[in-house]
């Protein structure tokens, strides 16, 4: 079944990088020239999804702005001739079939995810953490589409990392299946380290099924008072397994102040209008190191 809708929870409180984050939501955080929220509804139009649904709360309204229409800017780039940035600007709106819901309360990423229940229906869809940008040739949540379309179950994104970010985030336990692909029997959110099953941790993207809603509804509230959508997984891992897939491409976690820095310098490398100077005044830099 072909994934077509996706879901981007921005809704948290991003207190990790505060005060940047206090009346700007940290998805509207810019890298280089672009949010970074925009990044991930770029990879998931790249990636054949038609419906997305974000999940915001009080304070995030820039969000819905950027996606939306903006007649009075667009006179004015039209009338003075600027038809390059008014193309982008209106291409921003046309990137998929964008829809809002709020979620009132941030009790978490599995409770952000439930407040999607009727977007998604009985659908397996996609969901794309609105802090995690993903860059890179292939689009990540489309190599995850891939691997649902050959498995028929749940699937996460998973990258390994070091002993110390991992009892930060969650644990897989593993059996390689075919090349950066395998199957996952059970997980952890927050091991500490004798619970710790591999270093492969989720970042960022799955696949999920409908059934999720049923089994968020039945989980209990973990880690941090929060509804965990990690332990909503790990039922789904013991009970029909997932898929994790080792993806291709380099993240940037934006809810982190070095996430940030890493996505800023890295882009603005690449980027056509600032790399050479970029390059050239961080060459500068790097003898003063
Ligand atoms: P994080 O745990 O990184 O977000 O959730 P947070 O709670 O904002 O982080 P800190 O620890 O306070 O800095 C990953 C994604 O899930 C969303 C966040 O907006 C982020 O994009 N989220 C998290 C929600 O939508 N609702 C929640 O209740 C929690």
């Known amino acids: 079944m072909k ?61 819905e702005d950027h996606f939306d229409r903006s007649p009075e800017l667009e006179q004015r780039l039209l009338a003075s001739g600027k038809t390059d940035i008014y193309n982008q600007i209106v291409d921003i709106t046309k990137l998929a079939n964008i829809t809002y819901t709020r979620q009132h309360e941030t009790k978490g990423l599995g409770h952000a995810i439930l407040c999607a229940k009727s977007f998604v229906g009985d659908e397996p869809f996609a969901v794309l953490y609105g802090d995690d940008v993903i860059l890179g040739e292939k689009p990540v949540c489309g190599q995850l589409c891939e691997a649902y379309d050959r498995y028929g179950l749940g699937v996460v994104g998973i990258k390994e990392v070091t002993m110390e970010q991992i009892q930060k985030y969650s644990s897989m336990k593993v ?49 941090g008072g929060e509804l965990q959508l990690t332990d909503a997984m790990k039922t789904l891992a013991r009970e029909e397994g997932m898929i994790g897939v080792d993806f291709e491409g380099r993240r940037y976690d ?3 102040k070095l996430g940030i820095l890493e996505a800023i310098v890295e882009v603005g490398l ?12 961080l060459r500068e830099i790097a003898k003063t190191l």
């Open 3 to 63: 994934i077509r809708k996706a879901v981007i929870p921005a809704a948290g409180l991003g207190t990790r990088v505060l005060p940047a984050s206090k009346a700007m939501p940290k998805e509207m955080l810019s890298i280089v020239d672009k949010p970074a929220i925009q990044y991930i509804v770029e990879e998931a139009a790249k990636s054949g999804i038609e419906d997305i649904l974000i999940i915001t709360s009080r304070g995030k309204t820039t969000v």
């Open 175 to 223: 059996e390689p299946l075919a090349d950066r692909q395998y199957k996952i029997t059970d997980m952890i959110e927050k091991p500490k380290p004798d619970q710790v099953f591999s270093l492969f941790s989720i970042l960022g993207r799955c696949i999920l099924p409908a059934r999720i809603f049923e089994i968020l509804e039945n989980t209990p509230y973990g880690y």
């Open 270 to 281: 690449g980027h056509p209008e600032t790399g050479e100077a970029f390059r050239a005044y």
């Open 254 to 256: 934006m809810g982190s």
